[in-house]
């Protein structure tokens, strides 16, 4: 956590600039150049300026205030980050929270300077340019997008990341870079491009079946892909990429050019159209021009990332046998270890950490891991930190929501776990959450259902006690890549991206109680066929993750027949795979908490 005097002293030396400039406010967006939900530590100006840490959330600084916009995941952890700064929260959604711009004009209305500063690098096009047209109406206000002021004001600024990039082998990428590369010019030419910039990591990462460190828990690497009709060119820092990196680009017709020269590839693309979607190009390369004409159109790419190859569909199979050993030998310990006392929520993080380093392929883990003690499970984001950590007790929820990084595939897995004695409500609130794990993941549904039309059958139990959850229900997850996938989401907010076959999603619902404690229980799935019908063709889930589920805290009779047996019959499979992969000792543990209810 930043010191608040570090804070103030940052804010003084930003205002400074600003008034340098003649601007009246500054706007640190949480993205990078490249529209990363996770960013490399040089771009993490938000954090920087405002002390907040989570993944999302917007700070906006003028000469004489502050503020901080982020979603509901991150409310009382932000408001826990920013206690005793200038910045105020503005939680968003919420009916009395201003717009970024509406404050912007309040908080400015008497001042010298119309202009509002952005780094035009960080901020999308299509945000950029509905921010601009909001701030006119709200007073004339303009934007400028030219300046990065960080550069004059974050003395100790990180620099580019120059980490080694590797070769992401066929076995588990299971369709060769050219392949997909003619697939992706395929999808161009049906929107009217015959090239387009990709900008985010991770869809370039899999488009050429590379990976690297670059982002924190997340296998990418900084760089560009200007896709033409026949052929590719990766502006990338040169020193990344050894011999062998090389020569894989040249065999798959990938030229390299270096990661600054991105401007003048743009301005050199002979092609006569060029797709730039503006939700992911930032801003100032969407305002480069060359002799060709702009497609403004959504890229194909994370549509096509998003429906897994049959080898990348074995890869999440073999890493979740070996993430569900993993989990299993913690479980087991940490039911033995709380007992004694000497436990933290930091201390089991990295015994977690530990055991899944121990499997083969391990290479990170996919996100910091949420551990919540009791009233720290209330806070949806949670991390502990040396400042927050708290002993564990055996009384009460764990909410431990964690995830690895294999080579071939990416795990996200929480659940909650009952360490001692617990109340009625614990046991009811339990009970409500996991119905509607349960109900989602038995579903069968129509191709091509959005999201958003399955998303109320894991609310609908709470619903009816009047409770909800702010946060979505399921996410996609990446191969080896991003745990946090689109384009589909399962979530309340619209989201018209259909769900088919070879999708993979998370089923995590939850309720948080604030100051008591929170609960949520998440597997990754999987989606199959199920059958086809005069009616059309339907599609189920398949849980991909294997752990068993806590049930000492339910109350069995909140749950229907069909709710048990679905439960029931998970915790079978989970035996059945598990137990061939363990002791004798773990498999008699297991059999246990895998007991039929």
């Given at each position: 956590?930043?010191?608040?005097?570090?804070?103030?002293?940052?804010?003084?030396?930003?205002?400074?600039?600003?008034?340098r400039?003649?601007?009246?406010?500054?706007?640190?967006?949480?993205?990078?150049?490249?529209?990363?939900?996770?960013?490399?530590?040089r771009?993490?100006?938000?954090k920087?300026?405002?002390?907040?840490?989570?993944?999302?959330g917007?700070?906006?600084?003028t000469?004489?205030s502050?503020?901080?916009?982020?979603?509901?995941?991150?409310?009382?952890?932000?408001e826990?980050?920013?206690?005793?700064?200038?910045?105020?929260?503005?939680?968003?959604?919420?009916d009395?929270?201003?717009?970024?711009?509406?404050?912007?004009?309040?908080?400015?209305?008497?001042?010298?300077?119309?202009?509002?500063?952005?780094?035009?690098?960080?901020?999308?096009?299509?945000?950029?340019?509905?921010?601009?047209a909001?701030?006119?109406?709200?007073?004339?206000?303009?934007?400028?997008?030219?300046?990065?002021?960080?550069?004059?004001?974050?003395?100790?600024?990180?620099?580019?990341?120059?980490?080694?990039?590797n070769?992401?082998?066929?076995?588990?990428?299971?369709?060769?870079?050219?392949?997909?590369?003619?697939?992706?010019?395929?999808?161009?030419?049906?929107?009217?491009?015959?090239?387009?910039?990709?900008?985010?990591?991770?869809?370039?990462?899999?488009?050429?079946?590379?990976?690297?460190?670059?982002?924190?828990?997340?296998?990418?690497?900084?760089?560009?892909?200007?896709?033409?009709?026949d052929?590719?060119?990766?502006?990338?820092?040169g020193?990344?990429?050894?011999?062998?990196?090389?020569?894989?680009?040249?065999?798959?017709?990938?030229?390299?050019?270096?990661?600054?020269?991105?401007?003048?590839?743009?301005?050199?693309?002979?092609?006569?159209?060029?797709?730039?979607?503006?939700?992911?190009?930032?801003?100032?390369?969407?305002?480069?021009?060359?002799?060709?004409?702009?497609?403004?159109?959504?890229?194909?790419?994370p549509?096509?990332?998003?429906?897994?190859?049959?080898?990348?569909?074995e890869?999440?199979?073999?890493?979740?046998?070996?993430?569900?050993?993993?989990?299993?030998?913690?479980?087991?310990?940490?039911?033995?270890?709380v007992?004694?006392g000497?436990?933290?929520?930091?201390?089991?993080?990295?015994?977690?950490?530990?055991?899944?380093?121990?499997q083969?392929?391990?290479?990170?883990?996919?996100?910091?891991?949420?551990?919540g003690?009791e009233?720290?499970?209330?806070?949806?984001?949670?991390e502990?930190?040396?400042?927050?950590?708290?002993?564990?007790?055996?009384?009460?929820?764990?909410?431990?929501?964690?995830g690895?990084?294999?080579?071939?595939?990416?795990?996200?897995?929480?659940?909650?776990?009952?360490?001692?004695?617990?109340?009625?409500?614990?046991?009811?609130?339990?009970t409500?959450?996991?119905?509607?794990?349960?109900?989602?993941?038995?579903?069968?549904?129509?191709?091509?259902a959005?999201?958003?039309?399955?998303?109320?059958?894991?609310?609908?139990?709470?619903?009816?006690?009047?409770?909800?959850?702010?946060?979505?229900?399921?996410?996609?997850?990446?191969?080896?890549?991003?745990?946090?996938?689109?384009?589909h989401?399962?979530?309340?907010?619209y989201?018209?991206?259909?769900?088919?076959?070879?999708?993979?999603?998370?089923?995590?619902?939850?309720?948080?109680?604030?100051?008591?404690?929170?609960?949520?229980?998440?597997?990754t799935?999987?989606?199959?066929p199920?059958?086809?019908?005069?009616?059309?063709?339907f599609?189920?889930?398949?849980?991909?993750?294997?752990?068993?589920?806590?049930?000492?805290?339910?109350?069995?009779?909140?749950?229907?027949?069909?709710?048990?047996?679905?439960?029931?019959?998970?915790?079978?499979?989970?035996?059945?795979?598990?137990?061939?992969?363990?002791?004798?000792?773990?498999?008699?543990?297991?059999?246990?908490?895998?007991?039929?209810?």
């Amino acid at each position: 956590m930043t010191d608040n005097k570090i804070i103030a002293s940052r804010l003084e030396a930003l205002r400074e600039e600003m008034r340098r400039e003649h601007l009246s406010a500054f706007i640190f967006p949480s993205s990078d150049p490249h529209m990363s939900e996770y960013v490399p530590s040089r771009w993490e100006g938000r954090k920087w300026i405002s002390g907040f840490d989570g993944s999302a959330g917007t700070a906006v600084v003028t000469l004489h205030s502050a503020a901080l916009w982020t979603d509901s995941r991150y409310f009382i952890a932000a408001e826990q980050q920013l206690a005793g700064t200038e910045f105020q929260l503005m939680r968003e959604r919420l009916d009395d929270t201003p717009t970024i711009p509406e404050w912007i004009a309040q908080e400015t209305k008497d001042g010298d300077s119309t202009e509002v500063g952005v780094d035009g690098m960080c901020m999308a096009l299509s945000e950029v340019e509905d921010m601009k047209a909001e701030l006119k109406l709200l007073g004339g206000l303009t934007m400028r997008t030219n300046l990065d002021i960080l550069e004059r004001v974050w003395t100790d600024r990180p620099s580019v990341p120059s980490d080694k990039v590797n070769i992401q082998p066929m076995e588990y990428a299971g369709e060769a870079c050219s392949d997909k590369l003619d697939r992706i010019r395929h999808k161009l030419l049906r929107q009217g491009a015959s090239g387009m910039l990709l900008t985010q990591l991770d869809d370039i990462a899999w488009t050429l079946n590379l990976r690297c460190t670059d982002v924190h828990c997340t296998p990418v690497f900084v760089s560009w892909l200007i896709i033409a009709e026949d052929s590719a060119t990766l502006y990338i820092k040169g020193e990344k990429l050894t011999p062998e990196v090389v020569a894989y680009l040249k065999e798959q017709n990938v030229d390299v050019a270096e990661y600054d020269d991105i401007v003048e590839g743009l301005k050199a693309y002979g092609g006569y159209t060029l797709l730039i979607d503006p939700a992911t190009v930032n801003y100032t390369l969407s305002q480069v021009r060359g002799n060709y004409r702009v497609v403004s159109a959504p890229s194909p790419v994370p549509a096509m990332k998003a429906v897994k190859s049959e080898a990348e569909c074995e890869g999440y199979r073999r890493a979740m046998l070996r993430d569900g050993v993993a989990m299993v030998r913690f479980l087991k310990w940490l039911e033995q270890a709380v007992p004694q006392g000497n436990e933290t929520e930091l201390s089991v993080s990295e015994k977690l950490r530990q055991l899944r380093a121990e499997q083969p392929l391990y290479r990170d883990n996919s996100f910091d891991t949420i551990a919540g003690y009791e009233k720290h499970g209330a806070i949806v984001h949670y991390e502990p930190t040396p400042e927050s950590d708290i002993p564990l007790k055996p009384e009460g929820f764990l909410l431990l929501d964690s995830g690895a990084q294999y080579t071939d595939g990416t795990t996200d897995i929480t659940r909650t776990i009952q360490l001692g004695p617990v109340s009625d409500l614990h046991r009811r609130v339990y009970t409500l959450v996991l119905k509607g794990h349960l109900s989602l993941e038995n579903l069968c549904f129509p191709r091509g259902a959005a999201g958003t039309q399955l998303d109320a059958i894991a609310r609908s139990a709470m619903w009816r006690e009047g409770m909800n959850y702010m946060h979505g229900t399921g996410h996609g997850v990446g191969s080896y890549l991003s745990v946090h996938e689109g384009p589909h989401q399962i979530r309340q907010e619209y989201r018209g991206t259909p769900m088919v076959e070879h999708m993979t999603v998370t089923d995590e619902p939850g309720l948080y109680l604030a100051d008591r404690f929170g609960v949520r229980i998440e597997n990754t799935l999987l989606v199959v066929p199920y059958i086809t019908t005069e009616f059309g063709r339907f599609v189920r889930f398949e849980p991909l993750t294997l752990c068993p589920i806590d049930t000492t805290p339910i109350v069995v009779d909140m749950l229907s027949a069909e709710e048990r047996s679905v439960l029931n019959a998970y915790h079978q499979m989970v035996y059945e795979r598990l137990s061939p992969l363990l002791n004798e000792d773990e498999r008699k543990w297991l059999r246990i908490k895998t007991e039929a209810i």
